[in-house]
C-alpha cells in the first residue's frame, strides 16, 4: 500500500497530464487510500476530468470530490439557453436516440431522464453535454432497456466470436 504522501504525489502528477487541467487549480490530500479534491474550475468538463485522473491512479479507492465550478462571465448563460445547448447537441450526436431523452435544467445542473436500449447510447447523452457552456453537473437517470427481450443464446455467442477475425487466434 503507497503511503498518503505518495498517493498524494501520484494523483498530482496524473492530473498535471491532462491538457485541459490546470494542476494549480485542483488541490489534493490522501488518506489511507481516499483522495481529496478541492479547488475552483470553470467548467463542469474540468470537474470531470479531474476526477476520472484521480480514479486512474493505483491506490486509490475512493475519491471525495469537493471541486467547484465558477463560471467566468462568458459562460454565465440562462437555463433556458443551456437546454437548447443540450438539445442540439443531441441533435448533431448519432450516438444519442432521438426523442428517448428528456431534460431537466436547474440552476445549471441537468437531469437526464429517458430510457435507451444501449450503454453506448447513455454514455453518449452525458458526453455530448459535459463540455457545453453553462453546465454545472449532469445527474443522470437513464435507464438502459433492450428493445429484444429474448435472452442471448450461449451458441450464438461462440458464433458470433467465431465470426471474429481478431479472436480466431487459430
Known amino acids: 500500500m503507497k503511503s498518503n504522501e505518495v498517493l498524494q504525489k501520484d494523483v498530482q502528477d496524473a492530473i498535471k497530464w491532462e491538457p485541459l487541467l490546470n494542476v494549480a487549480e485542483i488541490g489534493v490530500t490522501a488518506k489511507d487510500g481516499v483522495v481529496t479534491l478541492s479547488g475552483t474550475v470553470d467548467s463542469y468538463a474540468k470537474k470531470m476530468e479531474a476526477e476520472a485522473a484521480a480514479k486512474s491512479v493505483m491506490g486509490v479507492k475512493a475519491v471525495v470530490?469537493?471541486?467547484?465550478?465558477?463560471?467566468?462571465?462568458?459562460?454565465?448563460?440562462?437555463?433556458?439557453?443551456?437546454?437548447?445547448?443540450?438539445?442540439?447537441?443531441?441533435?448533431?450526436?448519432?450516438?444519442?436516440?432521438?426523442?428517448?431523452?428528456?431534460?431537466?435544467?436547474?440552476?445549471?445542473w441537468l437531469t437526464l431522464d429517458g430510457e435507451v436500449n444501449w450503454y453506448y447510447q447513455k454514455e453518449a447523452a452525458k458526453k455530448s453535454v459535459k463540455t457545453l457552456n453553462g453546465v454545472k453537473g449532469v445527474n443522470d437517470n437513464i435507464t438502459i432497456r433492450s428493445e429484444n427481450p429474448v435472452e442471448i443464446q450461449k451458441r450464438d455467442i461462440e458464433l458470433a466470436l467465431a465470426r471474429n477475425g481478431s479472436l480466431n487466434a487459430k
Open 65 to 108: 470530490e469537493k471541486i467547484e465550478i465558477k463560471l467566468g462571465d462568458w459562460a454565465k448563460i440562462t437555463d433556458g439557453e443551456i437546454a437548447i445547448e443540450v438539445l442540439n447537441a443531441f441533435n448533431w450526436n448519432w450516438d444519442v436516440p432521438k426523442d428517448k431523452i428528456k431534460v431537466k435544467v436547474e440552476a445549471g
